[in-house]
């Protein structure tokens, strides 16, 4: 089973910066779409920004021009360099992967891999 583990985050002031990362491990064949998501408190969780596995990027509007998110392969690890923080960004953030494994007779089927979250909490 592949697992996914966030770390990076944290207590920011308003205006601060914080770099996320998700490592995955497990017997991984191949991992497609990588994505942070973030759920605050009393809302529906929401994708924050994408990366397919020709680099290709995309983001929320409401962090274009401020967080970029970036994937290296050989660590199976994903990104999120989160700049000029807001208090509205405060959530819990999640990683996930859609994810091959290795099988005894070859590759399964991918699915999607979630990490359980980290915390980031802005202060104004």
């Known amino acids: 089973q592949v697992q996914l583990v966030e770390s990076g985050g944290g207590l920011v002031q308003a205006g601060g910066s914080l770099r996320l990362s998700c490592a995955a491990s497990g017997s991984i064949f191949s991992i497609y779409a990588m994505n942070w998501n973030r759920q605050a408190p009393g809302k529906q969780r929401e994708l924050v920004a994408g990366?397919?596995?020709?680099?290709?990027?995309n983001y929320a509007d409401s962090v274009k021009g401020r967080f970029t998110i970036s994937r290296d392969n050989a660590k199976n690890t994903v990104y999120l360099q989160m700049n000029s923080l807001k208090p509205e960004d405060t959530a819990v953030y999640y990683c996930n992967m859609r994810v091959r494994e290795f099988t005894p007779t070859g590759w399964g089927t991918p699915y999607d891999n979630w990490g359980p979250g980290t915390q980031v909490t802005v202060s104004s």
């Open positions: 990366i397919t596995n020709s680099d290709s990027t």
